[in-house]
């Protein structure tokens, strides 16, 4: 991985702002991320990640932390926060913003226990394929302290494949829709592409039901997203 999204960061950051991140999928068209809705604040996020934010407690872990602006909120609002992203560039800005707790780790690396874990902006996307899904939420289930819980978002994608009829034209053959190869570039640079899965809900309380958990729905987006809280039963 070069860490193109890590590099923009600390462009944007650093005062070297002048272009924007570049996305696109397998099944979707070239995209752009624009660098200052990574450093919103409260007032600017969706009111997916406001309620996730509002339902923090105890101490918490933010899987994919980015440049620190969930940790900051809740850092600011007297919780205990940790911060870890594969990006050591986002980790570079997120403790330059003040986050005082981050580190550059890998979700199934982290060993500590918490009381709430957050993974936002379509947290599933981290599960890669449908096939880790498991093993995810169960080494999240492990890293849960009694009464812990697990606020993910992500969106059912399904839409993305209806044809001007109002049918769908998934293939039955292929894998899980909601498997995609996500590509990013930068600057004129390409990054390595990397799997990323949207999950559905119901396909999601499924997985957490196999491995032990209670999936309960907290709240729906406007776009066929939706915010979830995750318990041990």
Known sequence: MKDLFGQA???YHNGNYTE??????????????PLPYLFRDFNEMPNLEQKALKLAKGNVLDVGCGSGSHSLYLQKNGLDVKGIDISKGAIDVARKRGVLNVKV?????ETETFDTILLMMNGTGIFQEL???SKYLKHLKGLLK??????????????????DDGGFWIDTNANYYGELDYF??????????????????K?????????????DPILEGEHYDYLACLRQK
């Open 105 to 109: 780790l890998n979700l199934l690396e």
């Open 203 to 215: 396909t999601l309380k499924l997985a957490c039901e196999t491995v032990g958990l209670k999936c």
């Open 184 to 201: 990013l570039s930068y600057k004129g640079e390409k990054e390595t592409p990397m799997k990323w899965l949207y999950l559905d809900f």
């Open 131 to 133: 096939v880790q899904v």
């Open 20 to 33: 924007d991140i570049i996305t696109s999928t397998s099944i979707s068209g070239e995209d752009i991320l």
């Open 9 to 11: 960061l600390l462009d």
């Open 146 to 163: 009694p009464n812990g819980q697990v606020l993910i978002d992500s969106s059912d994608i399904k839409y993305m494949y209806e044809d």
